[in-house]
């Protein structure tokens, strides 16, 4: 079993539409990244959560820390969110030996 | 503000050669991150530098390494070039890890090996 699992692999969405990516791991952490990577292989950090929920724009991360679950929500999705949506966590013991773990994407593409 | 950037863009080795991939961080950022990217493969953690030290690093070959410079730039070198080691390099760069603070990724290096 990986550590850091995504669901769904791939996901494909009308324009508008709102979407949900999940997280699931099986290490402690101390932090979870969600990052974009678009189809050139640029990487955008999008959110850096060690708890409860945060929102930039259309965008909201969530965390269950008991339930070792994370979500990435898109609002009002629109073509130019097609891109592999990865979820990355650090794990501990502390922070001065983290090693990441990333899961293995979700590709979503946002049709017209 | 200039952000993280990586030379070269790409590079082309054949098998058995020695490749150099660089590395200019955020100013002020002191911790650099290297990642790989194989074709159809995930995101893998190869090596991390923090204030001129190597911090941790993942399950690669000691063929992997690297070094961070007093200016927090960083190399990584790739000695005895494998077909395998074809992928996209990614570079990211944070404020000291003494906390947990968000990465910043550079465009990546994508190294071709013939």
């Known amino acids: 079993k990986n550590e850091v699992e995504q669901s769904p692999q791939n996901l494909t969405a009308q324009e508008g539409e709102f979407i949900t990516i999940n997280c699931s791991y099986s290490v402690g952490i101390s932090a979870l990244h969600w990052l974009q990577q678009h189809p050139g292989g640029g990487i955008v950090s999008l959110f850096m959560?060690?708890?409860g929920k945060k929102k930039h724009g259309r965008l909201i991360a969530t965390i269950n820390i008991q339930e070792k679950h994370s979500s990435l929500h898109i609002t009002a999705s629109h073509p130019r969110d097609s891109a592999v949506y990865i979820c990355?966590?650090?794990?501990?013991?502390?922070?001065?030996?983290?090693?990441?773990?990333f899961g293995p994407g979700t590709r979503l593409s946002v049709l017209p | 503000e200039a952000g993280v950037t990586q030379s070269p863009t790409h590079l082309i080795k054949t098998r058995g050669q020695q490749a150099t991939l660089r590395c200019s961080p955020i100013?002020?950022?002191?911790?650099v991150y290297w990642y790989q990217q194989a074709l159809g493969l995930g995101l893998q953690f190869l090596l991390w530098?923090?204030?001129?030290?190597?911090?941790n690093r993942g399950n690669f070959p000691p063929r992997f390494s690297g070094r961070q410079f007093p200016n927090y730039s960083s190399e990584l070198n790739v000695n005895a070039l494998e077909l395998e080691d074809s992928a996209l390099y990614l570079c990211?760069?944070?404020?000291?890890?003494?906390?947990?603070?968000?990465?910043?990724f550079g465009p990546g290096t994508r190294l071709t090996v013939t």
């Open positions: 990355a966590v650090r794990s501990q013991p502390d922070n001065y030996g983290q090693n990441f773990v």
């Open positions: 959560l060690s708890s």
């Open positions: 100013s002020g950022h002191t911790s």
């Open positions: 990211a760069s944070s404020f000291s890890e003494r906390q947990v603070y968000e990465q910043y």
């Open positions: 530098y923090d204030e001129g030290e190597e911090r």
